[in-house]
C-alpha cells in the first residue's frame, strides 16, 4: 500500500515518444511513497527513449464535451487534459486538475480514505502522522510536483472532494515508465464510474503499473478490468504498519 501524500500535476500530458502515462475503498491501490516524497527516479523532468515527462501548468478551463485525451506516438492516450464532468454524475462532480489551494482538502480526504480502507491494518501512530504531515507534504508537491500529475474531483455544489489521483513518471529504467501512484473515491460516489473517469484522467490506456493492497480484492478486480495483471511482485510497507501490496502491469 505505498502510501503517501501524491505528487501531482497540474495536466500537461506526456510528449510523444512517452506516456504518462476506485477508490478509497472500491478502487484503492496504494499510492507510491507518500511522506518520501516520490520525486521519480530520474530527476527533475526525465524525458527520453521510453521515457515519460509530465508538465506542470496552471489549472485549465472547463473542458466539458471536448475531445481531451491526446494521442501519443505509440496511439496509447495518454492523460486527459483540462477539466471535465464525468459519467452519470455530470451535472454534480467536476475533475479538474489539483492546485495549490487544495491541499489541506486534499490531505484530509486522503487520511480519511486510509481509515476507511485500512481500519486497524494500519497503526494509529500512522494515521497521527499522515495528519500531521499531511497538508504540508501536499502543498509541496502541489507547488512543485516534478515528474508527478494529480488530479481531483469535486461535488459543483458544494466543492468537496469526491476523489483524487496521481501519476508519477518513473523513466524508462522502472518496470513501466508511468506509475499510479494513487487512486481515492468517496464512498458516497463508488460505483458510479468517477474511479475509471479518475484513472483515465491520470494515465488513460498508456503501458502503466501500481500498487494494490494484497487484501483488496475489490481493488484488485477493478483493475483487472482495466486491463491491470498481477505479475508476482510483492512488498512489505514497515513505514505504515507492515501492509503487503502486489504490483500490477498493463
Given at each position: 500500500?505505498?502510501a ?16 504518462p ?9 496504494t499510492e ?20 515519460v ?15 481531451t485525451?491526446?494521442?501519443t506516438?505509440?496511439?496509447a492516450?495518454?492523460p486527459?487534459?483540462g477539466?471535465?464532468?464525468v ?7 467536476l ?5 495549490q ?7 484530509a480526504f486522503?487520511?480519511?480514505c486510509?481509515r ?30 516534478q515528474d508527478?500529475?494529480t488530479?481531483?474531483?469535486?461535488e ?5 472532494v ?12 522502472d518496470v513501466?515508465?508511468?506509475?499510479l ?8 460516489h ?10 483515465e484522467?491520470a ?12 487484501d483488496?480484492?475489490r ?8 486491463g491491470?495483471?498481477l505479475?508476482?511482485a ?17
Open positions: 500500500m505505498s503517501g501524500y501524491p505528487l501531482r500535476n497540474r495536466g500537461r500530458p506526456a510528449r510523444s515518444g512517452g506516456h502515462p476506485e477508490d478509497g475503498r472500491e478502487a484503492d491501490h507510491e511513497s507518500v511522506l518520501r516524497g516520490a520525486r521519480g527516479r530520474h530527476g527533475r523532468g526525465h524525458d527520453s527513449e521510453a521515457g515527462r509530465l508538465r506542470s501548468t496552471p489549472a485549465p478551463p472547463d473542458l466539458s464535451g471536448e475531445n485525451c491526446v494521442r506516438a505509440a496511439g492516450r495518454g486527459v487534459r477539466s471535465r464532468t459519467g452519470p454524475m455530470s451535472s454534480s462532480v475533475i479538474r486538475a489539483a492546485q489551494a487544495d491541499a489541506d482538502a486534499l490531505a486522503h487520511v480519511r486510509w476507511e480502507t485500512y481500519g486497524d491494518a494500519v497503526p494509529e501512530d500512522v494515521y497521527t502522522r499522515l495528519e500531521a504531515q499531511g497538508p504540508q507534504q501536499w502543498r509541496q508537491r502541489l507547488t512543485d510536483p508527478s500529475a488530479w481531483l474531483a469535486v459543483r455544489d458544494t466543492g468537496d469526491a476523489g483524487f489521483s496521481t501519476a508519477v513518471a518513473t523513466g524508462p529504467g513501466r515508465p508511468l506509475l501512484a494513487s487512486l481515492y473515491v468517496d464512498e458516497r463508488q460505483g458510479q464510474g468517477l474511479g475509471r473517469a479518475l484513472l484522467h494515465v488513460g490506456d498508456a503501458p502503466a503499473y501500481l500498487w494494490v493492497w494484497e483488496n480484492e481493488a484488485q478486480r477493478f483493475y483487472e478490468r482495466n491491470f495483471r505479475d508476482g510483492r512488498r512489505v510497507e514497515e513505514q505504515w504498519g507492515g501492509i503487503a501490496d502486489l504490483r500490477m502491469v498493463r
